[in-house]
């Protein structure tokens, strides 16, 4: 990993959980029209694998699915 790239990580490690995930997923979009779907796949699992673990380590204590259900709702209306 480069230098900046480094930089970033770390800084990006000190935000929130739910904005760690939501520069992960934007990172993770900016790769989908990428030429090799296999990458975007193993990055994807690698995401989904820490979330995991956050989750399981009791880092992360996630959110019930109908609070989650009506957030989006309530974005996907504006």
Do not use: C, N, Y
């Not at 990006?12 to 900016?30: F, I, K, M, T, Y």
């Not at 694998?49 to 989750?55: H, P, T």
């Amino acid at each position: 990993m480069s230098a900046d790239a480094d930089a970033v990580l770390h800084e990006a490690l000190g935000l929130s959980p739910e904005d760690r995930a939501d520069v992960a997923a934007e990172l993770l979009a900016s790769l989908e029209p990428a030429d090799d779907p296999e990458l975007v796949r193993t990055l994807w699992a690698q995401e989904l694998e820490a979330r995991a673990r956050r989750f399981l380590a009791g880092e992360s204590p996630g959110e019930d699915w109908e609070i989650v259900r009506q957030r989006l709702a309530d974005e996907l209306a504006k």
